[in-house]
């Protein structure tokens, strides 16, 4: 198996101490319902992430040189231990986020399937001790009570979320079950639709004015964006956020609001092709960028 290696690689050579940026790699992956291998994506970034420029050119900075990242070894590994069951993924996420989070992390975790999320955002409601938002970016509403026997499939990741007591705000969602749609209904959950996006230039401000909360916890599926740009998803899906519209919707919100973390799940690579893996490391440095101009960590 491939040795996990810091994202940018030699352009973000720093210590764990000297970091404020830290990757948490979560390469879980149990309940996949279509295309297989997002447990594979957390390496394929990293790897991908070695070819980005350091320089910013948006932001006119190199984030790497500035900011201090530094790449954890990976937890919940199921390439390692294929067995691994849901709760005990909870568990060790949770427990690794509080623990970056006391001592004072950014953290952007990448996965791995999108049920990991309930255990990031577990950990920063215990840690917080305060009412956030969660936004998610993603194709799906991911709001069943249960799928396929488990409460824990990435179907119903958002499910668990709501059920914490969190406002929530999906964006570019275009696939839903009629059992969502009616909690949809039922909790008066403001969806950005992705059918609306395209045709409305004020759908970001839109979005925005529906965030209540100070504090926004972002989770990003890959496949909430056009797949023409990141095909290697798990369960692919026609429209999405185009590349300059992903970037305007988080360049906002991390003006807006104080983003407390953030995740980017569901890659799954495609052989003899590296276009899903390389875009996914490019957004993760956006990610970092964003939150670095408006912490003024540059």
């Known amino acids: 198996m491939t040795q996990m290696i810091q994202f940018l690689g030699s352009e973000a050579i720093t210590s764990y101490q000297d970091a404020r940026v830290v990757i948490l790699p979560i390469p879980y992956e149990a309940t996949t319902t279509y295309r297989k291998g997002c447990e594979n994506g957390p390496q394929a970034i990293l790897d991908a992430s070695w070819q980005l420029e350091a320089y910013d050119e948006e932001l006119a900075h190199q984030a790497c040189h500035e900011v201090g990242i530094y790449t954890l070894e990976p937890i919940a590994d199921t390439r390692i231990n294929p067995k691994l069951d849901a709760e005990e993924m909870l568990s060790q996420t949770s ?73 929530t705000l999906p964006v570019a969602i275009r696939s839903i079950c009629q059992e969502e749609a009616n909690l949809i209904k039922e909790k008066q959950i403001p969806v950005i639709w992705d059918r609306h996006i395209d045709s409305d230039p004020d759908w970001i401000e839109k979005a925005i004015a529906q965030i209540k909360t100070q504090k926004v916890f972002l989770t990003i599926d890959v496949d909430g964006i056009d ?65 670095s101009l408006t912490q003024n960590w540059f």
């Open 95 to 167: 427990s690794k986020v509080k623990e970056l989070l006391i001592d004072g992390k950014y953290i952007i975790a990448l996965g791995g399937e999108h049920a990991i999320t309930t255990g990031l955002v577990k950990a920063y409601q215990e840690f917080y001790q305060e009412s956030f938002t969660v936004v998610q970016i993603d194709a799906h509403g991911d709001m069943r009570f249960e799928y396929e026997g488990s409460k824990h499939n990435h179907a119903c990741v958002m499910r668990r979320v709501v059920e914490l007591g969190l406002p």
């Open 227 to 291: 797949p023409s740009l990141i095909p290697g998803v798990g369960t692919p899906e026609p429209g999405g956020l185009t590349w300059n519209m992903t970037l305007r919707f988080l360049k906002r919100l991390y003006e807006k609001f104080e983003v407390i973390g953030c995740d980017v799940m569901e890659l799954a690579p495609i052989a003899d092709s590296v276009v899903s893996e390389f875009t996914t490391a490019k957004l993760v440095y956006k990610l970092i960028g964003y939150q």
